[in-house]
């Protein structure tokens, strides 16, 4: 098979950047020939805003890029993992003309939300769900604060509602866990077209001997990622004299993260780390937190925890609560409650042995449903229902 994969790079490499390469490799590593095509958002600054915003919309030039790229490669599938916002949704009618297939991944909710993220000051929004022009997002600037900003990217979402877009030239959605399927299908994306299929990690890391005793944050240091939850129920805890807090990340609260662990010794912030480090810290911790506060796609983070044996003390909220079992792969907390966050630590450091059966489990999960080879099964029988489905 040949697969035409395409991708928009964010500023801040994160997990779609790593499911693109991951997916492309595991493609050509089982003999398949992948045809990679991207972009990348650090291009931005140097075009003029109004070329941005038209392009956001309907970029012809990407458009044509990609009807060249199918004329002279004539893959069976093009699989697209961002359009958002160089790209735009007009790639998918170039494939449509040269009669190839499409499978978009939703690896976040940009198609029920100009932000992406349904969430907004501070809590989980779905004001635009189901909406064929979703206003309330620019009403509140969900987009990074700019009413703005948040215009065009609502102005792509209505135009393509308007035009049906999603649902006459995509030919097979894949969703990251059965709860973002649940919630795209609300949306009005078609239920027969959504499948779902988690990230995986490679190559493996291997189990840890957890022999660190310390917790582990890793993430981007944002409102959404709860880590001002994570920093009060750590001081709430009390256990700063008996064990650290380890936080490996960036992002706009990274100034305010370091000066907190700074000032009380509250948490050690090592900053941004390669991915090797990361591993080397989840196989030393006693368990990973992570205090989201939106509703995720399918954490790497979580996705790597289970492959070394690592349990998850995660917000009971999204896709992190339905990927993490409470009292088999770790433990659920009320999101934004520090204090209910203070006691699953607490807890945690007076059961290490429970939490490294957990961990056990974790990495049973793991070796189930997270690896490379029975992530190449639901990937062929995606491809095989996108090429079954598709009228051209």
Known sequence: ?????????????????????????????H??????????????????????????????GARRDIARILRRERPDVMHVHN???????????????????VVQTLHNYRLLCPNALLFRDGHVCEDCLGRAIPFPGVVHACYRNSRAASAVAAAMLAVHNAMATWKRVIDLFIALTDFARDKFVAGGLPADRVFVKPNFVSPDPGIGSRDGGYFLFVGRLSAEKGIDTL???????????????????????????????????????????????????MRGALCLVFPTMWYEGFPFVIAEAFATGLPVISANIGAAAAIVAPGRTGLHFTPGDSGDL?????????HRDTMHEMGGNARRVFEKELTPDRNYELLMTAYDRALAGSPR
């Open 83 to 101: 359009t958002f916002p160089l790209l735009s949704p007009s790639i998918y009618f170039a494939a449509r003309s040269a009669g190839v297939p």
């Open 342 to 350: 203070a006691a699953r630590l607490k807890w945690a450091a007076e």
């Open 1 to 29: 098979m040949k697969v035409l994969v395409v991708h928009n790079h964010y500023q801040q490499r994160g997990g779609e950047d790593e499911a693109f390469r991951a997916e492309a490799d595991l493609l050509e590593a």
């Open 31 to 60: 003999g398949h020939d992948v045809v990679r095509y991207s972009v990348h958002n650090d291009s931005i600054p140097r075009v003029p805003a109004l070329t941005v915003a038209i392009d956001t919309v309907w970029s012809a």
């Open 231 to 281: 920093l009060s129920a750590w001081r709430q805890s009390g256990l700063a004299a008996v064990a650290q807090l380890r936080i490996i990340g960036d992002g706009p609260l990274a100034g305010n993260v370091r000066t907190r662990a700074t000032a009380d010794a509250a948490a050690v912030y090592l900053g941004t780390q390669s991915r090797e480090r990361v591993l080397a810290e």
